[in-house]
C-alpha cells in the first residue's frame, strides 16, 4: 500500500454560494449582494489579494470594532471565489502532492447525496455529511449517512443557526460518536460572513460545553477559531477528545496552537477552495517541526481520526 504523507481535513467542492441571496431563510439579509457585485473587484483586489500574499495574516481580535465591517465586506468576496468540483480538486491536489482530502458537506450550499457522489468517483476525496435539523433527529439522520459511507460529521453552527452547545449539535456529536465518526464544526466569526445578521458570534465557552456533552467523540474545531484562535485554544485545551485544524492560519498561530495542544492533536486543512492548499502549506513548512510532528500533523493524526491507521 502506498505511503499517505498529507491529507488535506478541511476542502470543499461545489459551492453554490449564489444561494444566499436566494434563500428563503428568514435570518438571511434581505438585500444581500447579488452574484454580480460591482464592487467584489475591488475588495478581492485591496482585501483578500493582499490577505493572500501575507499567508493569512489576522490584524484584527475578536474584539475589535473593525470585526463586523470586515464580515461584512468578506461575505462579499466570498460569494466571488470560483467553485470546485471533483476532478478541479484532485488536480490541485496532485499539484501540492495531497494523497487525501476531507470534503465536507454545506446544505444547502454543498448538498449532501452531492458530496457523496463527488466522493464515489473520486476515492481520494472523503465525505463528511452534515445533518439539517428541519429534516428530522440527528441521531436517525447520521446513521443513514454512516450506512451509505460517511466518513464523519459536520456542523457549521454560523450557517444553520444553531450554538455549538444547541441540542442538536450534541445529539448530533453523540451519534457521530456512537457510530465511531469524527465530527468537524465551525468555529469562529458570525453570521455576518455568510449574510446573516440575527447569527451573532457564539461564546467560546459553548464549544467547551459541547466538547464535554460528548466525551467519547473525536471533535475537530476548524480553523482553530479562526482570528478567535487565542479563546477557542484556552476553551478546549483541557478536553482530551478536542482537535483543531489549521486551515486559514498564518505560521505565527499555527505554532500557538501546536504549543497549546500538542502536535498530536493538530490537523493539516485549507479551506479550499476559499483557501489555498498551497498557501497554507507553505505556511505549515516555514515552521520548521521535527520530522515526527511534521508527519503527525500533516497526515497520522489525520489517519488515526478517519480510522484509516
Known sequence: MKKINLIDFHAHLHLHLDVIGKSSDACIKENCRAMIDPLRPFFLRVMWAPYEKLGYRYFIRGNSPLVKPMERILARVLRGVPSQNENSLV???????????????????????????????????????????????????????????AKGIKLHP???????????????????GSHGLPLVIHAGGSGLLFGKTCVPEFNVSAFGRLLAAAPQTRIVIAHSGLWEYSEIIEVVRRYKNAWLDISFQHTEVMAKVIDAVGYQRVLFGSDSPIGKQEIILKNFRALNLHETESRAILAENALKLLNMD
Not at 455549538?164 to 448530533?172: A, N
Request: negative net charge; contains cysteine.
Open 91 to 149: 488536480a490541485e491536489m496532485d499539484r501540492q502532492k495531497i494523497d487525501y482530502s476531507v470534503v465536507l458537506a454545506l446544505p444547502p450550499f454543498a448538498p449532501n447525496n452531492q458530496i457523496l457522489e463527488c466522493c464515489r468517483k473520486q476515492p481520494r476525496l472523503i465525505p463528511f455529511l452534515m445533518p439539517e435539523r428541519n429534516v428530522g433527529a440527528a441521531a436517525r439522520q447520521i446513521s443513514d449517512f454512516a450506512g451509505k459511507g
Open 158 to 176: 454560523l450557517l444553520q443557526s444553531l450554538a455549538p452547545d444547541d441540542e442538536f449539535c450534541i445529539e448530533s456529536a453523540q451519534a457521530a
